[in-house]
Each structure stands twice: as structure tokens, then as C-alpha cells.
Antibody, heavy 123, light 107 residues
Framework: QVQLVQSGAEVKKPGASVKVSCKSSGHTFTNYGVSWVRQAPGQGLEWMGWISADEVNTKYAQKFQGRVTMTTDTSTSTAYMELRSLRSGDTAVYFC????????????????WGQGTMVTVSS | DIQMTQSPSTLSASVGDRVTITCRASQSISNWLAWYQQKPGKAPKLLIYKASTLESGVPSRFSGSGSGTEFTLTISSLQPDDFATYYCQQYESYVLTFGGGTKVEIK
């Protein structure tokens, strides 16, 4: 059974960075890309970007270009999302989610999701 | 980026009702559309992909239709477990986008 387990809640000050991890188990990690989606309190889902598990390809939403970096560590089957220059509007639950189909070239829809990581940005 | 617009944003319905949610894309996405269900405090759950294909394990009362720019999610007979928020997502482009969501509430 495929499972994604994310790191714990974070509290950060404005201007700081946060790095959220997403550890995969139950499938061949290198065959499936990972998307990152966030959800501000009481708001809808926002797709941030995607990385192929082999780290060759990344796609970021324009809104986050230059402020986000997505990486993977195939040795531990873990994906990471780092967001820099945090502001209060970045307060949200951050989800990782794995591609439904094996592919290495483009983002796909997600059928397995992590439990979410709450990131709070406050002075 | 392709914009996705859902309507209504909130829907009040009773158990047993037939419910329809609409999702419109700002440009043609063929049938590259998925629907998710999300309950409070939980991750989204994939219901439908390629506009009308039911994900394994999803009850058959859920159905999807449409192509191009207009899509619908229908719940044929609303059950207590279906009260949740529903999101569409396009995956035609390399930048995926979600609709704003439709909250299905108890009437």
C-alpha cells in the first residue's frame, strides 16, 4: 500500500525559509513524480509545482517561481519542498501527492496524498 | 495559466438529492479534467479522471461528463458521507490548476 508521510508542523518568522519532507513507501519511488499543493485556512487548493522522482524535471506555478525549490532523495524515497522569503500569506497546510501514473516528464493528477503539514508564518 | 471556475461555490442539498457541480476552463482542455472530494482536516481524494473515468473504489453514484471547456460532476443520490467540498483540476497543461471548490452542505 502506497503511503506518503510528511514532516511535522512548522512555525516560522516572516522572511525565513521552510523545508517540508514527504517520505514515500509501498511503491518504486523513482517511477512517480510528486506534486505539492497548499491550502490556506478556509481556502481552496493551490497547486505549487511538481518534480519527477528522478529530479530531472520540475514544473513550478508562476506564482512561486524563484521562491520555491522541489527536490528528491531517491536513496530515502523522500521528496522535499523548500519555500523561501516566507510571508503571512504563506500560512497554509502543505500537501505532497504522488502521480497517478508512472511518468517522468510532466505533472499528472494525484491519487495518493500525504497527511499535510501546517506551516504558520507569524512574527 | 488555465483558469478553472466552479459553480456554485456552495450548494445546500438533502440526502437522496441529485446534485450537479459545474467546472469551466478558460480554454479547451479536451478531457484532461479530474474531480476530488475533500473533507475537513483531510487530504483530497481522487474521484474521477479524464473527465468521466471513475477511480477504483469510488461509488457509482458519482459520475463526470464534459469535454473542451465545460464539465460536470453529478452525484445521483446524495448520501450522508458525500457532504464535503469538491474540486476540479485540469491537467492539460504542464501547470496544473484547481477550481475554487464547491461545498456541499446539508439542507
Amino acid at each position: 500500500q502506497v503511503q506518503l508521510v510528511q514532516s511535522g508542523a512548522e512555525v516560522k518568522k516572516p522572511g525565513a525559509s521552510v523545508k517540508v519532507s514527504c517520505k514515500s513507501s509501498g511503491h518504486t519511488f523513482t517511477n512517480y513524480g510528486v506534486s505539492w499543493v497548499r491550502q490556506a485556512p478556509g481556502q481552496g487548493l493551490e497547486w505549487m509545482g511538481w518534480i519527477s522522482a528522478d529530479e530531472v524535471n520540475t514544473k513550478y506555478a508562476q506564482k512561486f517561481q524563484g521562491r520555491v525549490t522541489m527536490t528528491t532523495d531517491t536513496s530515502t524515497s523522500t521528496a522535499y519542498m523548500e519555500l523561501r522569503s516566507l510571508r503571512s500569506g504563506d500560512t497554509a497546510v502543505y500537501f505532497c501527492a504522488t502521480d497517478r501514473m508512472m511518468n517522468w516528464n510532466y505533472p499528472d493528477i494525484s491519487d495518493i496524498w500525504g497527511q499535510g503539514t501546517m506551516v504558520t508564518v507569524s512574527s | 495559466d488555465i483558469q478553472m471556475t466552479q459553480s456554485p461555490s456552495t450548494l445546500s442539498a438533502s440526502v437522496g438529492d441529485r446534485v450537479t457541480i459545474t467546472c469551466r476552463a478558460s480554454q479547451s482542455i479536451s478531457n484532461w479534467l479530474a474531480w476530488y472530494q475533500q473533507k475537513p482536516g483531510k487530504a483530497p481524494k481522487l474521484l474521477i479522471y479524464k473527465a468521466s473515468t471513475l477511480e477504483s473504489g469510488v461509488p457509482s453514484r458519482f459520475s463526470g461528463s464534459g469535454s473542451g471547456t465545460e464539465f460536470t460532476l453529478t452525484i445521483s443520490s446524495l448520501q450522508p458521507d458525500d457532504f464535503a467540498t469538491y474540486y476540479c483540476q485540469q491537467y492539460e497543461s504542464y501547470v496544473l490548476t484547481f477550481g475554487g471548490g464547491t461545498k456541499v452542505e446539508i439542507k
